[in-house]
């Protein structure tokens, strides 16, 4: 990548004081020379609470920092704000909860520009601390990573994002405002720009960090969550398709017996049967999405 490219950095928030740390390990990025950012954040909360927050790290910053106010307790209200500020060639995506590695968006910038791709995800690492349960530990619950399915990345997520914001598939479009509490709206969004033409890959080395907070180490947590993902990946991953929506929910239904066979297999561990009731839970919500089940509240209710 020879030419001047700029990149402004989207961060939603919503009461977080780890917000500084997330703006200082964007600010702390290791860039190529002729690579320009800026960081746009979006406080989602009624009143402006983040606003003395961004002022005191924007002042220690050798980039621009931008500050708006987009209430009020919707994420897409927020998100699309950042939209809407952005004047980049690219978007970044990273939440307020996580820390950036140094060299995050020269990972991201180095894979979308090798592939000619229109977006690109990385993952946020969980990080545990010592009174995590062994078995979310085991199998790293809270770990994000991007994945392919059928041999394509069918979607994404914004907590680890980078958008060609001048693409054809990413001009005009905005996250549904009706998903800003129930959560996967940024899964729906990328699903959309996929069906519009864009193009994703993934960048493994483009890594950001999440402490993962206590009321999210049990059990009835991940399996609210395993059931909206589910129920988002119905609604949406062949939105327009009958056929194959038919196919995929058909497929869950036999998913749903293998796993509960397989919890009933393992019930002696917990690692195990924890693992294979929550896969069973997802496809579960893939089947609801079928009957038109409605979405959660997830977000903006503390």
Known sequence: MTKATTIDVCIATFRRESLVETIR???SQDLPDNVSLRIIVADNDAEPSAAERVARVAREADVPVQYIHAPMRNISIARNACLDAAQGDWLAFIDDDEVAAPDWLACLLEAA???????????AH???DSATPAWIRLKDYHTNKPEIRDGVVETGHTCNALVCRTDPAVVGKHF???????????SEYFFRLRRDGAVFGIA???KVYEPVASERLSFRWLAKRKYRYGQTYGYHAHEGDSARKLRTV???GAKVLVCVLAAILFCWSSSERNYWTLRGIFQAGVIAS???ASEQTLYGTA
């Open 25 to 27: 390990s964007v600010v």
């Open 113 to 123: 520009d090798a592939k000619g791709l229109t977006a690109v995800f990385g993952p």
């Open 126 to 128: 969980a990080q545990y």
């Open 176 to 186: 549904l405002e009706s998903k800003g509490r129930s959560g996967g709206e940024d």
């Open 204 to 206: 493994d080395k483009a």
């Open 250 to 252: 058909a497929l869950a």
């Open 290 to 292: 079928a009957f038109g």
